[in-house]
């Protein structure tokens, strides 16, 4: 097995802005889920291709603009 590297997206969120609505986890609950006080907890590495728009739409309905893409690379193993 090899790692091919690549380029792509990962969440992140203001902590300090958030205010624990929940809003991102409903629409991107492969991703977001909440911890008991209703703040997100958000997988770790980048975002799956299939799932950039809903990602995007998270990001555009988080009401204190507390959840953000940003650019990211990684390290994505590779089979022959």
């Not at 889920?33 to 980048?46: E, M, Q, R, S, V």
């Amino acid at each position: 097995m090899t790692a091919r590297t690549g380029h792509g997206t990962r969440l992140r969120v203001d902590m300090i802005a958030c205010d624990g609505r929940g809003l991102c986890a409903e629409v991107l609950p492969e991703l977001i889920t909440l911890d008991d006080w209703g703040f997100p907890i958000i997988a770790a590495g980048p975002v799956p291709p299939e799932l950039q728009g809903q990602a995007g739409e998270a990001v555009r309905l988080c009401p204190k603009l507390a959840l953000r893409l940003e650019p990211c690379s990684y390290n994505a193993p590779t089979t022959r």
